[in-house]
């Protein structure tokens, strides 16, 4: 069986790329985003007898990717990249947490980008060739893609976060100084930064560079993602699952479905939104698809996205009637996500993040109006030491503080402000 090529989101006739291209292109050039032309079907014994996630990922990515690279060298990059733990926690019967945050920066991001760094170097060393890789963050993609990256040679970051909106602790995760990485402080919102990102590569003027994304609209970071909904599984020894999926630009829930695509066996998905509430209204019919809104900001600020550009990758896989059925939806405000916190804690002695609470919310939500009390696993997306604002704000108390934040505090940092204006943006790509 040959391994899946990629077409455009945007392509009526399907024109097919090699996984290579695809990663190092990121967005197609027609503006649309790499779907695979099939999904390889697991054998879940490959998962399901697994010692750890890394060995899942050997053997999952290979039934993707034998096409173009060999076992050898998958086998290293994945586990180098995928070399911290993975834990389940349970919080009461049929209700456990994935925790998905001890990587580097201490949330999923690193998943996707680690695996995608060392994808990238692997390929742009074959073809000698170099790139400069353009982020766009919320939050947390930033400083997994610049910590992904840094040293690599071939590989320059520009990371882009918009000024103000992101935590304090976010933010010295972002601008501490990097060996081929530059911030850049985006006086405007994370839309405005996606925007800029998508301008740059459709700019004339910037064609001659070698501009390449690293934001979740990369299929590179989607491939690694599906691991841990495979391996989460698989400890909870259960039959079927219901994931709950905290969700801003929807690559976390891409990733769940690829992974249900590959053969896992998911009850239900949640995807739990905080008020920007594209999705959910989509899903509960009472909004047309593209009916996008600017983006509101939350505690959740990592899920602050009015537009998730995912959303056209889910909406040319799946249809609306299908998504509807497997998928579940609602809209946590900042007060129900903080009441949650608070309960959390007070019930199960366990400090989540907020991006964490708004999954709990809604998985409390579901089971009130479904009566569905089968397991369920809500994915933990961020460590609760990255927010201690919000986990104060709910608790009164600091979260417990993680030594390689508190690390941080002593480096030298590395940040550029600029204007949400294509032509600051543009200045600096050139000068690079
Ligand atoms: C990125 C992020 C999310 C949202 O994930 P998407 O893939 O964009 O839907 C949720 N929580 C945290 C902590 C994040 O960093």
Request: proline fraction near 5%; charged fraction near 25%; include cysteine.
């Amino acid at each position: 069986m040959p391994t899946p090529k990629y077409y455009s989101s945007r392509d009526q006739d399907k024109n097919l790329v090699s996984f290579e291209d695809a990663l190092l292109k990121g967005l197609a050039p027609d503006g649309g985003l790499y779907l695979p032309e099939f999904i390889p079907q697991i054998d879940p014994a490959t998962w399901k007898y697994a010692a750890s996630i890394a060995d899942i990922g050997v053997n999952v990515l290979y039934e993707w990717l034998k096409d173009e690279i060999s076992l050898n060298d998958l086998e290293d990059i994945v586990r180098d990249a995928l070399n911290f733990s993975v834990p389940t926690v349970k919080l009461k019967d049929n209700l456990y947490v994935l925790e998905l945050f001890h990587g580097p920066t201490l949330s999923f991001k690193d998943f996707g980008a680690r695996t995608m760094a060392r994808l990238m170097q692997h390929f742009l060393k074959k073809r000698n060739e170099k790139r400069i890789i353009l982020v766009a963050t919320s939050g947390d993609t930033g400083s997994a893609v610049a910590d992904g990256f840094a040293g690599m040679d071939n590989i320059k970051v520009v990371l882009l976060y918009p000024k103000d909106k992101v935590s304090e602790v976010q933010e010295r995760q972002l601008v501490i100084k990097r060996n081929g990485v530059q911030a850049l402080a985006i006086k405007g919102d994370f839309d405005d930064c996606q925007r800029l990102v998508k301008e740059a590569f459709m700019d004339p003027e910037l064609a001659h560079l070698p501009l390449s994304s690293a934001n979740s609209i990369n299929i590179g970071r989607l491939l690694p993602q599906s691991l841990y909904y495979l391996w989460a599984a698989a400890n909870s020894k259960q039959k079927e699952n219901n994931f709950c999926i905290p969700s801003g630009n929807l690559g976390n829930l891409t990733s769940a479905i690829f992974a249900s695509l590959m053969g896992l066996n998911v009850k239900r998905f949640i995807a739990a939104h905080n008020s920007n509430d594209f999705f959910p209204k989509f899903l509960n019919d009472e909004s047309e698809a593209f009916d996008f809104k600017s983006t509101v900001s939350t505690l959740s600020n990592a899920m602050d996205v009015g537009a998730p550009s995912n959303f056209e990758r889910i909406y040319s896989l799946i249809p609306k009637e299908t998504l509807s059925d497997w998928l579940w939806s609602t809209v946590v405000d900042d007060d129900a996500t903080v009441k949650r916190m608070k309960y959390c804690y007070d019930n199960y002695e366990y400090i989540v993040c907020p991006h964490t609470a708004v999954g709990l919310e809604a998985v409390q939500r579901y089971r009130h109006e479904t009566a569905d009390d089968t397991n369920f696993i809500n994915v933990a997306t961020a460590s609760p030491a990255k927010f201690p604002e919000a986990i104060s704000q709910a608790i009164w108390l600091d979260p417990p503080k993680d030594p390689s934040l508190e690390a941080l505090k002593e480096k030298e940092i590395n940040v550029i402000e600029i204007k949400a204006k294509l032509k600051a943006l543009k200045r600096h790509l050139l000068d690079l």
